[in-house]
Each structure stands twice: as structure tokens, then as C-alpha cells.
Nanobody, 115 residues
Framework: QVQLVESGGGLVQPGGSLRLTCAASGHIFSMYTMAWYRQAPGKQREMVATITNAHNTNYTDSVKGRFTISRDNAKSTVSLQMNSLKPEDTAVYYC?????????WGKGTLVTVSS
């Protein structure tokens, strides 16, 4: 069982930055592929970024060059640095941990990009 707790969301102006952090419980964090998803109002949840246990990363096209995912296995955390934020980045951001058929989700943190 893995428990995930997100933090770092909030209100930011367009062009600003936020850093989301997900803290995970469990002693095999390093084996999981970690990811950030987001769900905007009225839309389906979508993958934003993933990072494997080998630190290979993948991003959805709309955030490439603006967002960076990273992980610290010693601290059991995964972060999402979000720069040059746009109003369309407004969403609830969820942390995800996947290992084989096992998938775990956090409760989400709200990011609002607005002037």
C-alpha cells in the first residue's frame, strides 16, 4: 500500500511558477513509476508528466519546455516544477504511483492560473 499526499498548489498569475510536491509512504518508493496527472473542470483526467525508477521522463506536449518532473528516492518524494504557467494549466493536479498492476492516487491539489 502506498499513500500519496500532494502539496504546493495555489493561485498564481499567468507567467508565474509553482512547485508541486508529492510525499509517498512505503519502503519501495524507488521501484514505482511516478506521475502527475491533472483534471480541469469539465474535462477528463490527463497525464502531465511521468518519471520511471530509472529517472526517464515523459511529458504531454502542452507542458514540454515549461514543466519539469523530478524525484528524490531518499525522501520518497516526486516534484513538478511548473514555469510559464498559463490559464489553461488550471486544474486539480494528482500524484500517481504505478508498479505493475498496482496504481495509487493522491487526493489532488488545486492549481489556479488567473490574473
Amino acid at each position: 500500500q502506498v499513500q500519496l499526499v500532494e502539496s504546493g498548489g495555489g493561485l498564481v498569475q499567468p507567467g508565474g511558477s509553482l512547485r508541486l510536491t508529492c510525499a509517498a509512504s512505503g519502503h519501495i518508493f524507488s521501484m514505482y513509476t511516478m506521475a502527475w496527472y491533472r483534471q480541469a473542470p469539465g474535462k477528463q483526467r490527463e497525464m502531465v508528466a511521468t518519471i520511471t525508477n530509472a529517472h526517464n521522463t515523459n511529458y504531454t506536449d502542452s507542458v514540454k519546455g515549461r514543466f519539469t518532473i523530478s524525484r528524490d528516492n531518499a525522501k520518497s518524494t516526486v516534484s513538478l516544477q511548473m514555469n510559464s504557467l498559463k490559464p489553461e494549466d488550471t486544474a486539480v493536479y494528482y500524484c500517481n504511483a504505478t508498479l505493475g498492476r498496482m496504481r495509487y492516487w493522491g487526493k489532488g491539489t488545486l492549481v489556479t492560473v488567473s490574473s
